[in-house]
């Protein structure tokens, strides 16, 4: 079964309190330990104290952002400035709703924003939202059929579990990487961009010769709100040649 809601929705939280000017945000926080308690695993104790002392998911929390990763879409943007009034921009593996808050708000009433997930987020304010297994056809002609037209940009924050192995998990997130691509070069407009989340080290040659051949400017971003100790990186395109 498969699901469409509308632009309607109320639980947009972020929606018009963050502009262009930057993040406005430190990332600097007082230590807080976590109280040890009876049973608890050693590891989940650590993510706790993470969650706990991590800048970024105070402030998420403090602007109404439903993820901390609202914030890698907003370094990136400060940047490079694809996000811009009136875009159109389609947001695959869009759960929580943090990266399709955000650009519903950069991009503003004069725009659109379309996010599509296998399990699908509550409403948000200026985001239509499909629920659907994106490597499957009918999802994405159920996609394409909502869009009625080309598409500035495509973002892709998509990533496979986690298997503990290093080169598996690369070639896993790679090909959803890949995925994002095909779809992005059938609806993206002359100039558009991409965005897709990859994996540090292994090998992603034929994914960055793709886009090299497909879009005027390809580089690597690991905006300041990823994670030090994680593995993840961008894959930024812009200027497609269509």
Known sequence: MTKSRGRGGRSGG????????????????TTQKVRSAKGRPIASTRWL?????DPYVAEAKRRGYRSRAAFKLIEMDDKLGL??????????????GGWSQVAAERVGASGQVFGLDLLLPDP???VELLEGDFREAETQARLKAALCGPVDLVLSDMAASATGHAATDHLRITALAESALDFAESVLKPGGG????????GSERDLLERLKRAFAKVRHIKPPASR?????????ATGYRG
């Open 14 to 29: 972020a929606r018009g309190k963050q502009g262009r000017g930057g993040t406005g945000f430190t990332g600097r926080q």
């Open 49 to 53: 104290q993470r969650q706990l002392n």
């Open 83 to 96: 996000l811009r009034p009136g875009a159109v921009v389609v947001d695959l593996g869009a759960a929580p």
């Open 124 to 126: 948000l304010e200026g």
């Open 194 to 201: 991409f965005i897709a989340k990859v994996l540090q080290g």
């Open 228 to 236: 030090k100790d994680s593995a993840e990186l961008y894959v930024v």
